[in-house]
């Protein structure tokens, strides 16, 4: 009968000990990095299409879906129309600065796009506000390709030119 206690109570110790131990090391304290961290808020992007204008039709489609970090302490109100923002600013470079030549996407220079978004974005805000742009997605699908894809279609669809791949942002 005194195994038995004695074992019970050894297994109580193992557990408490283990539960501290796992408490206290999941509650540490946040070194440098994750003090910035905590001053950033992940804005999820939303899935856009931009139409590609040639001689005054509709050529094409990019998809696109790009995602930012914010500085929560320099946003004023918090509620700053950010999707709104960066759809108006793909807009700009996709259709009037056309920053990507659809004959040569593999010239595509995607950190110069990300840092052109950011500087325009922070320029529209007047500050440092937008800290990352995650580019999720980018693809061109071209007006044949559309109809291709159509219910009515013949043929066999087809895949966008994927221009930019990158990892999903929960």
Known sequence: MIKLV????????VTLGSVYLSIYLATAPVGEAGAENRNTELVPGEMITVPVI???????????????TIDKEKVVDGSL????LVTDELFTLLIGNKVIDIANTSAFDLNG???????DLNKRLGGDVITEVLVE??????????????????????????????????
């Open 54 to 68: 040639s001689d005054g039709k509709v050529a094409g489609y990019f998809l696109t879906r790009i995602s930012f």
């Open 137 to 170: 997605q980018l693809d061109y699908l071209s007006k044949d390709d559309t109809r291709n894809n159509s219910p009515d279609a013949k043929k066999l669809n087809k895949k966008p030119v994927t221009i930019v791949e990158g990892a999903a942002v929960n």
């Open 6 to 13: 004695l074992t019970g109570l050894w297994v109580c110790a």
């Open 81 to 84: 129309p950010l999707n709104a």
């Open 113 to 119: 796009f990300r840092t052109q978004v950011k500087q």
